[in-house]
Structures are given as C-alpha cells and as structure tokens.
C-alpha cells in the first residue's frame, strides 16, 4: 500500500473516532466495529457480463438499474439483474450516471472530456450535452489533462430554477494538486432554463484521493462518496456534514446506487454488479 493511501486512511479512521465520540486511545475492537460496513451479502447480479461498469443509478420511474460502461456502453436491468436492454452511446469513457426523478432523464458523466450527455431511457438516444467550466472563481480546480470526472449525482429542488444541482467527482491521486483537486463539484446545468449556461457553483474536498462514486440517495436525504483506492465510503448530510465512514466491499468500485428497499448496488470497474442488503 502506498503511503498517500496509508495518510487517507488515517485520516479516515480519525474522523471515525471522533464522529462516533469515542474516548481517547479507542481499541482495535472500537474501531472495527465502527467501519465494517454493515450487510447482507446477495451477490453479483450481473447476468450479461457487463463490459467495465463505471456507474449506477436506481430509476424511480422505471424501477429499474442503468449502467454505463468504460467503453460507450449502456444497459438497464431488473434489481435481480434480468437484462432489459443494451446500447451503446458513443466511443468515450463514461463514468458516471445519475437522473432526474421528475423528467426520468439520464444524465451520464464523460471522463477527460468533462461533459455530461442527457440521455433518454428508453431510445439511449443523446439529447443534449453540457460542457462543465474547468474553473471557479478564477481558479482552475479540474485541470485538463487530469484523470478526469468520476461520478456524478443529482440532488432534485423543487425551489431551483433548473430543478436542482448535480454533484460531481473528481478523480485525483493526490491532495496537493491545487489545479486539479480531489472535490466534490456542486454544479448547475441549464436543464430547464436553456439560455443560462453550466457553472460550478461551489465544491469540497472530502480529503482522501481517488473519489470515484456518488449518489444521493432520496430516500434518507444522504450523500455516498466512494474513494475506490481506499475502499472507503462516506456518507454526508445533504450541507456537506461527514456523518459515517465505512470499509467498503467490493474492488474497483465505480458505481453506487440505492433503491427504495435499502439495497446497495456496487459496479466494480474490474466487472460485476455487487448487490447488498445495506443493514441501518
């Protein structure tokens, strides 16, 4: 293990600790039973051999899971994992997916090119496609020719002109890069007032490398961040408050999601759509 990896998992530990209100010197018992991520295995629900999953999301609408892949791919299945459709979008390195609950539309992050495509369910068809500004304030925070955009969520607001903002991943592999940061990006795309133009709104930095997955989930009003390097997922109030830290299973996670049930759905990168019961 690498000695970055070794600092942010320091640091995660910590923030256990102290989220917890554990007293000083915890023991090792204190900790473990703080980061275990609590589940019930089910397994690998991929039934088609999905090519490198990057990303997941839990369709309201649909009642259905989309995955996207590294290679252009797409696909929507059954919770158990019945196939109910493939696609292929275009030759790019897709990242992440995430939609709109109101419009059902699918909104799917392209590493590298840091653009989002708007996508419909049920043709795959490209709608439209946002470019996201590489700087805030000035300052460029997502240089280009970095590793890129990792994931991507939307947060819906009724009291939002465009319905609500997406949040947005970068990939980093250090924290010192002050060009090109490993953040959370708080975004707004024109999806409903087309005249306005995309622009980071704001963003924070979790402070661990390698953040490689989002979702909120509705359901508890709850933030998932995943670090796929650390095998670690933190989960934020919906102000950006750090509430649980855990140790999570599965390799190269790319994608989370969770539907209404309390299952978690993990796409690992390296191949296979993990399902969990998650155990609140």
């Known amino acids: 293990m690498c000695v970055c990896r070794c600092l942010c998992l320091s640091a995660v530990l910590l923030g256990v600790t102290l989220l917890n209100g554990c007293a000083s010197d915890p023991t090792p018992q204190d900790i473990l039973s703080r980061i275990i991520f609590p589940n019930k295995w089910v397994g690998d629900i991929d039934q088609i051999g999905f090519n490198e999953p990057s990303g997941i999301v839990w369709h309201p609408l649909r009642k259905t899971l989309f995955v996207i892949g590294d290679e252009g791919d797409i ?3 059954a919770t158990d994992g019945t196939p109910v459709k493939q696609g292929h979008l275009r030759d790019a390195d897709l990242e992440g997916i995430t939609c709109d609950p109101a419009t059902g539309l699918l909104y799917v992050a392209v590493e590298e090119a840091e653009t989002v495509l708007e996508v419909d369910p049920e043709s795959f068809a490209i709608l439209r496609e946002f470019s996201i500004p590489r700087e805030f304030d000035g300052r460029t925070l997502l240089a280009a020719g970095g590793e890129g955009i990792e994931g991507i969520t939307f947060v819906p607001d009724d009291t939002h002109p465009q319905g609500g903002i997406f949040l947005v991943a970068n990939q980093a592999f250090t ?12 975004v707004e795309l024109p999806l409903r007032d087309v005249a306005s133009e995309p622009r980071i709104l704001g963003w924070f930095s979790p402070g661990i490398i390698d953040l490689s997955a989002l979702n909120y989930d509705a359901r508890t009003d709850r933030l998932l961040v995943v670090s796929d390097s650390t095998n670690t997922l933190l989960v934020y109030s919906r102000n950006y408050e750090l509430l649980e830290v855990y140790a999570f299973p599965g390799d190269n996670q790319e994608g989370v999601t969770v539907d209404p049930d309390g299952y978690i759905y993990i796409a690992q990168d390296t191949g296979g759509i993990i399902k969990l019961k998650w155990l609140r």
């Open 75 to 77: 696909c929507e299945i």
């Open 175 to 186: 924290l010192t890069n002050e060009q090109d940061i490993s953040a959370v990006f708080q």
